[in-house]
């Protein structure tokens, strides 16, 4: 069994427009949704083996609350993920090491929209910022990834837990 956590970064700011974008950080909403969402994810009790995130400020940003609350064993920041479709976000899980059980890619949409249509059953117009899907897979080695195989156990948006 391989577990996949996908998780889209935080609202970020737009404030300083001399930044680009690759540099934004997460604005006031942002900080309170990952702030949430990660806190909400540690009532699973899930340990993950690998966090993969994009490189930008505020897919960095949004990781670190989670890597600061859930037992994380390794994790790495991707340059190739800043923006990636979805074919190279799949691609990056057939790579994945098996030793690794439970996963965590953090990223920009509509890669991520994309891939969580492709790998499950959804049919999602768009995966919103700092939402999360735990996608299941029963297979022994990620190479054996192929789309529609995941089976979607959890997902949660910040509206969902807002009155």
């Given amino acids: 069994m391989k577990?996949?956590?996908?998780?889209?970064?935080?609202?970020s700011s737009w404030k300083d427009t001399n930044l680009s974008d690759y540099d934004r950080p997460l604005n006031k909403r942002?900080?309170?949704d990952a702030e949430l969402m990660s806190f909400e994810l540690t009532k699973k009790n899930m340990l993950i083996d690998f966090?993969?995130?994009?490189?930008?400020?505020r897919t960095i940003l949004t990781s670190e609350y989670f890597l600061d609350k859930i037992s994380i064993h390794e994790h790495e920041f991707f340059d190739g993920l800043y923006h990636a479709p979805s074919d190279l976000i799949y691609n990056s899980i057939l790579k994945l090491k098996n030793e690794f059980k439970k996963v965590m890619i953090?990223?920009?949409?509509?890669?991520?929209?994309?891939?969580?249509n492709l790998l499950t059953d959804l049919s999602l117009d768009n995966f919103p910022t700092s939402g999360i899907v735990i996608i299941e897979f029963n297979i022994s080695f990620w190479n054996e990834v192929k789309p529609r195989l995941g089976k979607v156990k959890?997902?949660?948006?910040p509206k969902d837990f807002k009155l």
Avoid: A, C, D
């Avoid at 966090?51 to 400020?57: D, E, G, Q, V």
């Avoid at 953090?106 to 969580?116: A, D, E, M, Q, R």
């Avoid at 959890?154 to 948006?157: L, N, P, Q, V």
């Fill in 30 to 32: 942002g900080k309170k």
């Fill in 3 to 11: 577990t996949l956590v996908i998780v889209r970064h935080s609202k």
């Fill in 154 to 157: 959890w997902m949660k948006f």
């Fill in 106 to 116: 953090v990223g920009h949409n509509p890669g991520l929209t994309n891939i969580i």
């Fill in 51 to 57: 966090l993969l995130s994009s490189s930008s400020k």
